[in-house]
């Protein structure tokens, strides 16, 4: 059992995806999905009327492609205006355009997420084992000192994202930080990118031994203290 949670660091405005692990108490997240589904919810329809007022799409079909998400994310938007004929992917210049910061015609909206270190705690008091999502895309590597002196256990190494030369500076700071190392595909079914096949992407079979011990060897440390 896990969860991906969103957060934003509030100095900087940096968004972070932080995994969790194993949770003892999954109810006790409950209130905290809850409360990022519905900060997502409303920058969502914010969004989808500003291009509204650029673009003829309507917050219904928006919705309509979402169908089965718990939210609508930036892919389902464009999958609204592929509907619509004014583009033919979800990745190009028309999401470069409304959904890139460097883009000035972008139409953003800040989500209301918790502090990075808000998430970690709440994942800790569900008893569950904090791990930094995609670091590289969310570019928050230089966050990750100080997440690890507010309690973060690990960070992901292999993803689509990430090529050797990334993979062992990732690795080098989980090791002189004491941090587990996971594989993950950031898959998202059709609005992949890259396209993920099953099989792909993994944790070593050591990195994943080290994460299924990981709570025991914490309470046993803990213990002799």
Known sequence: PGVELSGTDKTNGQEIHMLCYKPDFPDRLEGLCH???VSRKKASQL???KIARKYPISPELVLKCATGSTAVFEQHIMHALIECGLTDKVYGDLYYELFSPESSEN???KIGYPEPTEVIEAIHEAGGIAVLAHPVSSDCLELMEELVSKGLD???VWNPEVNEEVQ???LALAKANGLLTVGGS???????NPTVSIGDYSTPEASLKALMSYKTKMKKKKAAS
């Not at 950031?186 to 992949?192: A, C, E, Q, T």
């Open 107 to 109: 139409v953003l909206v």
């Open 154 to 156: 690990g960070v992901e």
């Open 186 to 192: 950031d898959f998202k079914g059709m609005y992949s």
């Open 35 to 37: 409360r990022n589904v």
């Open 47 to 49: 969004m989808t009327l």
């Open 168 to 170: 062992t500076k990732l």
